[in-house]
DNA sequence: GGAGGTTAGTAACATATGTTACCAACCTTT
DNA sequence: AAAGGTTGGTAACATATGTTACTAACCTCC
């Protein structure tokens, strides 16, 4: 056999084990990327950047939290929830304040601006979310977020 | 009602409506980012980085291809993708030629050793997938590229 | 067969993101 | 209560990524 034919049959192995359009990490980062493309319009408009609307979105549901709360709410970096949170606070949808009990803490809370700011921007991304699960009727969704949870699970 | 009390009203009908943790395109985006970082070490141990693996992959379903087409495959901007193949060439991994058709194209193709790493890199790959699925029996897998099929469809 | 437009790729620039190193505040343990 | 270690946050740096602007090659269509 020739070294020609020995790869070409190697690879016809791999073709059939590895396409990466069928490699469901890749379709999942894949779809991810799309989705913050697509939700960017949201918030864009309202010249928030992904990291902020994250924070604005975790502060929402909570009367006050500090930033280690948020990085581990979040697939993000310290750094970047800090570089986030003194952004909110310079454009004033955020207020910082040192924690009482712990003064390395630093509790993050939304101003009324931020809130309303939030409920504008989470009306949209919901919205959007609506649109893009129309493809698949209730019993399919419920069953998407259902097997979502148990990747999750293995993943997170 | 004070505005304090027409605050929290809001904000618990927010609440029941934007939950980060239960919105679908957040958690997508959360699983790639989480999968991507898994999937690191696949590649990371090869000294690849993330858009060089996936120019690898692409260029490894064909005998070869144009940067562009590298680019319609792959949620990578066209600089990205660029420097990706730059890259893999000063490594050895792959090759540029002009096409004879049309000299604007750079066809990429892969040098023996690109192959080789592909092949090794792809494994690893795959197993990582399969462990990630694990938490899934094999209707459940099914079912969950089926969907995730559709709401592609809706969003790509 | 050139003028006007388009496409592929890259360079130069701007921005975003992650990493390392650090300080201050804490929490142990003795 | 002081030493040794840990944690939260940030600054300074390095790297990665996207944007803009450009060139070369192509493709009409008049």
Chains 1, 2 share one sequence.
Do not use: C
């Not at 799309?34 to 408009?45: D, F, I, K, P, T």
């Not at 902020?52 to 975790?58: G, H, K, P, T």
């Not at 009324?112 to 504008?120: K, M």
């Amino acid at each position: 056999m020739s070294a020609e034919k020995a790869r070409d049959d190697e690879d016809a192995a791999n073709k059939r084990a590895f396409v990466l359009d069928q490699f469901a990490p890749y379709r999942i980062v894949r779809l991810g990327h799309a989705m913050s493309g697509a939700l960017a319009q949201a918030y864009r408009e309202e010249n928030l950047t992904i990291p902020e609307w994250r924070v604005l979105a975790v502060a929402a549901q909570a009367d006050a939290l500090a930033a280690r709360d948020v990085v581990a709410k979040t697939p993000m970096d310290k750094m970047t929830v800090s570089r986030a949170i003194a952004s909110l606070e310079a454009k004033g949808f955020a207020r910082r304040a040192a924690s009482a009990e712990d003064r390395r803490l630093q509790m993050v809370s939304l101003t009324q601006t931020g809130r309303a700011l939030f409920n504008r921007v989470a009306t949209r991304a919901l919205a959007f979310e609506k649109s893009f699960l129309e493809n698949l009727n209730a019993d399919e969704r419920a069953l998407f977020i259902e097997l979502l949870a148990k990747i999750e699970e293995s993943v997170l």
